[in-house]
Every structure is written in structure tokens, then in C-alpha cells.
């Protein structure tokens, strides 16, 4: 067998691109898409806790006619449990693992939730009036609404954090 230095070997032909090739995502875009997604898993997470909380609300003061304010802390309390479960193996699932501390941390701040949400209620309730079957609905889901904003803040900054490793 003879090999010639001079000889060049076939080129191999590359597939041909289909579509326009697209760009990488600009670390801005990707950090926006990622608040995206994390909010709509919130938004699941905390949607499937307010009819928890709506459920359990209705049927402690119209069903068992507790009294309202019993029902409210009553109600969120139990939202408050299913909503840690669902937090944690779904909505932040890609953070740092369970901890004692992350348990802590959730039950302190949905705890602070729960007294802004009572007071909310109240506010509502005793305050405005809202006290029929009706109003007593509507000013149950604008204090969760309210005290929402404050529960996403700080789970997202403080209990379900990102694993240290750059993520």
C-alpha cells in the first residue's frame, strides 16, 4: 500500500441547516423566561392553596358556623401545609434540598402571612362590613391576594433558595 503526503482526504459534507439558526439566549432573556416559569408554578402552587383555603374557610363559618376569625386563621393554616408540599416538590423543586432551616424560615414567614391575611379579613369583615356570604368570600380571597405578594417575596428570596453552586 502506497500513501502520497500530497493526497487530501474527501471533505465530509455537513448536513444542511434547516431554518434559521438561532441565536443562544442572552443570559437577560434566560432570567426572565426562568421568573416566568417560577411564577406560574407559584401560581399553580398558591392557586390550589387559596381553594384550600376558600373551601375550608366556607365551610367552617357557613357550614359549622365558627366564628369568621377562626375560620380565616383556621383556614390558612391549613392551605399553609398543603401549599409547604407543593412548594417544595413542585414549585421550587430545582432548589436547595429540605432543611430544617427551610422549614423553619416557610412556617415563620406563612405564619406572618397568615396574621397579614387575618388582618386583612378583619379589616373586611368588621371593618367594611363585608360580612354576608358574599362579602365575607370577597374579602376572604383580597386578603390572600394581598398577603400574596408578601409570601412570594420572601419564599423566593429567602426559603427556597438557589443551591450555592451558581444556579
Request: proline share 4%; net charge positive.
Amino acid at each position: 500500500m502506497t500513501v502520497h503526503l500530497t493526497e487530501r482526504r474527501a471533505a465530509v459534507a455537513t448536513p444542511p441547516v434547516i431554518g434559521p439558526r438561532r441565536a443562544p439566549k442572552a443570559p437577560k432573556a434566560r432570567n426572565v423566561s426562568r421568573l416566568v416559569l417560577e411564577v406560574a408554578r407559584f401560581s399553580v402552587v398558591g392557586g390550589s392553596g387559596v381553594a384550600v383555603n376558600i373551601l375550608f374557610f366556607n365551610l367552617a363559618l357557613h357550614g359549622l358556623k365558627w366564628a369568621p376569625m377562626a375560620a380565616t386563621v383556621v383556614a390558612s393554616c391549613v392551605a399553609m401545609g398543603t401549599n409547604y408540599l407543593g412548594f417544595r416538590f413542585f414549585a421550587y423543586r430545582d432548589r436547595a434540598s429540605r432543611t430544617r432551616r427551610q422549614i423553619a424560615l416557610f412556617f415563620a414567614f406563612s405564619g406572618l402571612g397568615v396574621v397579614m391575611e387575618s388582618a386583612l379579613f378583619y379589616l373586611g369583615y368588621h371593618g367594611l362590613g363585608m360580612s354576608g356570604p358574599l362579602g365575607s368570600n370577597i374579602a376572604k380571597v383580597l386578603s390572600i391576594v394581598l398577603a400574596s405578594a408578601f409570601r412570594f417575596t420572601v419564599y423566593r428570596t429567602w426559603v427556597f433558595q438557589h443551591a450555592k453552586n451558581g444556579r
